[in-house]
């Protein structure tokens, strides 16, 4: 059975230009290649970004900050990272590490303060989560959830004082509850700690009255997808709550994402259906969603499409939706990738981290894109490398020329909107200095590729160019 409004989106050729936006930036955080598995990302009041990611067994973060990328920190063992711009305008980091909780604290330059926070129990614990989907400075407070590897799902109040959490409920999915912390207006308009979490195929929330933490209770009676993983944003003025999950194939796997709000009366929509028109037999993952200050809801996940192992069996979407849905997955320029994450500026410019599925599949690296209207020097850090296309549409050859600005290894690609790669153009070694390469419209079979946007993607000297192409037959 199906519930609610089936939206079939049609990917849109649109260049960045017309959007209003300024053209995005793409950021390697990793120097060396990694295996990144889980992604998180927050965003501060005067524009810093810190990103973080799991990798070849051990916590990593990176931030942006007055303009500068800053440099990687390892943080050493541990999984399932979570990040949150604090009560106090710095950022906090949280992540399982056996049977504990590593919290620290920190501004956008130095990690200075640890707290080790334990579960009740001795089992390995995961999925932290603070209350950070809301910017608003009343709504940082330093509550803290979890769950641990036997279903129960942990509190803190304040992880800087209390070492314990106490455990408040148990969920019986074998996958990962993926407790999501939120916030309520009890009696008397008192802001409260509101927890949501998957069980099996449902998703259930509970909050702390003054009795103390109520019965778990179903948010809707049909099987949306509790699991793997869903998020929840919250609007301010009223508290009432965003959802995002992926919906459950009843006949199929498909890259099906279901919507739904919180109503006055306290129940919950009827979900609507984000089905993205592609082929078959795909899987959303990680799906992500946050509120902006005009009630714009802003939504981003990944697809896997379960037809191959290779690169092109990934895709990424983002989504808003005003009076109704957008796609503008356009404005991440073909990249493809898993784990992924996303947040809202002050300004509500959208920034969001990914694992870029690169040829192999044991290889992710870690990706950072911003608009670039966020800080225009936000990149002073990283050598320019200027890609640039001549003639621009074309038929039936493209010339593509880029300044390199240090000798490295260089790989030069042809992908079309969904990620897949045509051609790869150029790949190994190259020396500093000006680099010219032509692509004849051909694929890799050297069939010629159909009329329609594409885009030449070029990595090299720690960071990922694109520019759009515009083929004429």
Partial sequence: MRYGLILVLALIAVGVANTGQAEFVFLNLHEAPADVVNCAIAAGDEGDIVAAWEANDSIWTRNLAGGRLQEIVTHGPGITPTVAYGRDGGFLLAFGRDDLIVVKEGDVYDWTVEHLVYSSGNTSVKNPDFMNEQRNSETRWPWLTWEDDDGWIYFSMDFAYNSVGIAIGESASGNGAYPQLSWKWYEDWQLVPRIFFGNGMYIYSMYFSYDGWTEPEMLYDSETGGNPKFD??????????????????????????????????????????????????????????????????????????????????HSMHYLTRGSYWTDRSYLLQGHVGSCTAMALTNDDNPVFIWAEQTATESERDPILAFDGAITAAATDAIPAIALKAFPNPFNPQVTLSARLPEAGNVTLEIIDLRGRVLRTLLEGHRDRGVLTVSWDGLDEKEVPAASGVYFARLQAAGRIESTKLMLLR
């Fill in 232 to 313: 929840v944003a919250t609007e301010f003025d009223d508290g009432y709550a965003f959802i995002l999950s992926k919906d459950w194939p009843y006949t199929c796997y498909c890259n099906d994402i279901l919507y739904y709000r919180e109503l006055p009366s306290g129940d919950f929509s009827m979900p609507e259906s984000i089905l993205i028109s592609e082929d078959n037999y795909t899987m959303p993952y990680s799906p992500t969603i946050a509120l902006d200050t005009d009630w714009t809801v802003h939504t981003f996940w990944h697809a896997y499409h379960t037809a191959g192992r290779d690169r092109s069996s």
